[in-house]
């Protein structure tokens, strides 16, 4: 077996475990020497010039990065009192265009063109931005004529395989045009034989502008000279947060191509200020180490059932995981760290412990009696009497405190059809909803998707929202 990774600190452990499994060695070999150096550079959003923040030799370059973080104390100010380059003012409109027509992204591709750095990446953390930027750049075009004809044809060869319906869709039909001018997007979204002929063609060097999300970095042998990076920030489910260092190695490893470019070069866009402490992390910083997940699931236990004929046990498969392995090499350290703790905690004065105690239990027993004339103070029959539109409250959902709000409605929930008691059934059915309009964080309206309201961060501008 052999194993390829660019982005695992802890090979030598995943070593161990494969030697632990088999019975066996396994050799690791490892190097952080990069055949082609890479430079980093840095465009402000609304501004104008690169900034190289780490030279080929990673050099981190602070005088340059200050210099950058100027840019933004310049930019002018809006009527709305927001900076050009702001995140909120200027970030999606400065990016995918504005109204004098030309975009932050077409002007540095037609740069990287002109000083003949293509092909190149151009990585996006959504789909639907992936197809508007090369959608913007209607007025641009890589090929010669004898380079169309290639790609017509291939393009011909390629939809063959589908059948009369689909070729008609317009995801096949929007595609042929950006491919003859060397433009092309590859996402999830697209269809398998689409994608394929995207990777052909790159290979080919027939495309030479590509706009792509993050899983073209993972698993295909595709570099380019140029790598740029639309946004330092990416929606995880939960969050934006900025990329970590081991997505940012991954996807900056397309640039650069062994043999053919002394250097590769890496462009990064940011809307807003940057700590240097978190560009340093990102750019040099070393990828996070490879932890298990694993989670025996009622899903696995049927497909060893089903698959294995009862080969492997649950027990089995979870002994030999690399999640146990893992727990059971960090065992002894943990045993070790409670015993200095236990004797630590031995070595203390354990005068006024009672007297502690005493005072534990009357502070949990003023909560108890705060939570009890909270309860009272709530219930409908007391709270409804306030409760009108435009009453100012202090909201607190569990240990979120949202701070004031203002009544916007209160209406009655609909009581559920239950089987309990008529009693019972009447004390339980008496909840309201009310409507409340707060400072919510803008960040889940950034992605597009909805998720549970919070508080805005510190810092944060935010939006006002009703919520329920």
Same mark, same amino acid.
């Given at each position: 077996?052999?194993?390829?990774?660019?982005?695992?600190?802890?090979?030598?452990?995943?070593?161990?475990?494969?030697?632990?499994?088999?019975?066996?060695?396994?050799?690791?070999?490892?190097?952080?020497?990069?055949?082609?150096?890479?430079?980093?550079?840095?465009?402000?959003?609304?501004? +104008? $010039?690169?900034?190289?923040?780490?030279?080929?030799?990673?050099?981190?370059?602070?005088?340059?990065?200050?210099?950058?973080?100027?840019?933004?104390?310049?930019?002018?100010?809006?009527?709305? $009192?927001? #900076?050009?380059?702001?995140?909120?003012? +200027?970030?999606?409109?400065? #990016?995918?265009?504005?109204? +004098?027509?030309?975009?932050?992204?077409?002007?540095?591709? #037609?740069?990287?063109?002109?000083?003949?750095?293509?092909?190149?990446?151009?990585?996006?953390?959504?789909?639907?931005?992936?197809?508007?930027?090369?959608?913007?750049?209607? #007025?641009?075009?890589?090929?010669?004529?004898?380079?169309?004809?290639?790609?017509?044809?291939?393009?011909? @060869?390629?939809?063959?395989?589908?059948?009369?319906?689909?070729?008609?869709?317009?995801?096949?039909?929007?595609?042929?045009?950006?491919?003859?001018?060397?433009?092309?997007?590859?996402?999830?979204?697209?269809?398998?034989?689409?994608?394929?002929?995207?990777?052909?063609?790159?290979?080919?060097?027939?495309?030479?502008?590509?706009?792509?999300?993050?899983?073209?970095?993972?698993?295909?042998?595709?570099?380019?000279?140029?790598?740029?990076?639309?946004?330092?920030?990416?929606?995880?489910?939960?969050?934006?947060?900025?990329?970590? &260092?081991?997505?940012?190695?991954?996807?900056?490893?397309?640039?650069?191509?062994? $043999?053919?470019?002394?250097? $590769?070069?890496?462009?990064?866009?940011?809307?807003?200020?940057?700590?240097?402490?978190?560009?340093?992390?990102?750019?040099?910083?070393?990828?996070?180490?490879?932890? @298990?997940?694993?989670?025996?699931?009622?899903?696995?236990?049927?497909?060893?059932? *089903?698959?294995?004929?009862?080969?492997?046990?649950?027990?089995?498969?979870?002994?030999? *995981?690399?999640?146990?392995?893992?727990?059971?090499?960090?065992?002894?350290?943990?045993?070790?760290?409670?015993?200095?703790?236990?004797?630590?905690?031995?070595?203390?004065?354990?005068?006024?412990?009672?007297?502690?105690?005493?005072?534990?239990?009357?502070?949990?027993?003023?909560?108890?009696?705060?939570?009890?004339?909270? &309860?009272?103070?709530?219930?409908?029959?007391?709270?409804?009497?306030?409760?009108?539109?435009?009453?100012?409250?202090?909201?607190?959902?569990?240990?979120?405190?949202?701070?004031?709000?203002?009544?916007?409605?209160?209406?009655?929930?609909?009581?559920?059809?239950?089987?309990?008691?008529?009693?019972?059934?009447?004390?339980?059915?008496?909840?309201?909803?009310?409507?409340?309009?707060?400072?919510?964080?803008?960040?889940?309206?950034?992605?597009?998707?909805?998720?549970?309201?919070?508080?805005?961060?510190?810092?944060?501008?935010?939006?006002?929202?009703?919520?329920?």
């Amino acid at each position: 077996m052999v194993f390829l990774s660019a982005t695992m600190s802890n090979a030598t452990e995943f070593a161990e475990w494969i030697c632990n499994l088999h019975k066996q060695p396994c050799h690791v070999v490892y190097t952080d020497f990069r055949p082609t150096p890479l430079q980093h550079y840095m465009f402000p959003i609304g501004g +104008s $010039g690169l900034y190289l923040v780490v030279d080929e030799n990673d050099q981190f370059r602070e005088d340059n990065f200050l210099k950058l973080q100027d840019t933004f104390a310049k930019q002018p100010i809006q009527p709305d $009192g927001r #900076k050009g380059g702001g995140p909120k003012a +200027s970030g999606r409109i400065a #990016k995918c265009g504005t109204a +004098s027509g030309t975009s932050d992204i077409y002007r540095i591709v #037609k740069m990287i063109m002109e000083h003949k750095f293509q092909p190149v990446i151009i990585f996006s953390f959504s789909r639907r931005e992936c197809e508007h930027h090369a959608m913007s750049m209607s #007025k641009l075009d890589f090929n010669t004529e004898e380079e169309k004809d290639n790609i017509e044809q291939v393009f011909r @060869s390629a939809i063959l395989y589908l059948s009369e319906e689909d070729r008609g869709l317009p995801a096949i039909e929007l595609m042929l045009p950006l491919l003859k001018r060397g433009i092309a997007v590859h996402h999830s979204g697209l269809l398998p034989i689409i994608k394929e002929l995207v990777e052909v063609l790159f290979q080919e060097g027939l495309v030479k502008a590509l706009f792509a999300t993050e899983t073209f970095a993972m698993g295909l042998n595709m570099p380019a000279k140029t790598v740029v990076f639309t946004s330092v920030k990416k929606w995880d489910g939960d969050s934006n947060r900025y990329i970590g &260092s081991g997505e940012y190695i991954q996807m900056s490893g397309r640039a650069g191509r062994r $043999g053919k470019d002394e250097r $590769g070069i890496c462009v990064i866009m940011i809307d807003e200020k940057m700590e240097m402490s978190v560009i340093k992390d990102m750019v040099l910083g070393k990828p996070a180490p490879l932890i @298990s997940t694993f989670r025996l699931s009622y899903y696995t236990i049927l497909n060893l059932l *089903s698959r294995a004929e009862g080969q492997f046990t649950a027990e089995h498969v979870i002994r030999n *995981s690399f999640h146990q392995f893992q727990y059971e090499k960090a065992l002894p350290e943990v045993v070790q760290k409670i015993t200095s703790l236990e004797n630590e905690a031995s070595l203390l004065d354990s005068s006024g412990e009672n007297d502690l105690a005493e005072y534990h239990k009357l502070v949990l027993d003023i909560s108890e009696l705060e939570k009890k004339i909270m &309860s009272e103070m709530i219930r409908p029959e007391r709270a409804l009497l306030y409760l009108v539109p435009g009453r100012l409250v202090k909201v607190r959902d569990g240990s979120t405190d949202w701070g004031w709000g203002v009544v916007v409605n209160v209406v009655k929930k609909p009581a559920a059809s239950s089987t309990l008691p008529p009693a019972l059934s009447a004390s339980r059915g008496n909840n309201y909803i009310v409507d409340t309009l707060l400072h919510c964080s803008s960040s889940s309206n950034e992605n597009g998707s909805r998720s549970k309201p919070c508080p805005p961060h510190p810092g944060e501008k935010g939006e006002m929202h009703v919520v329920s």
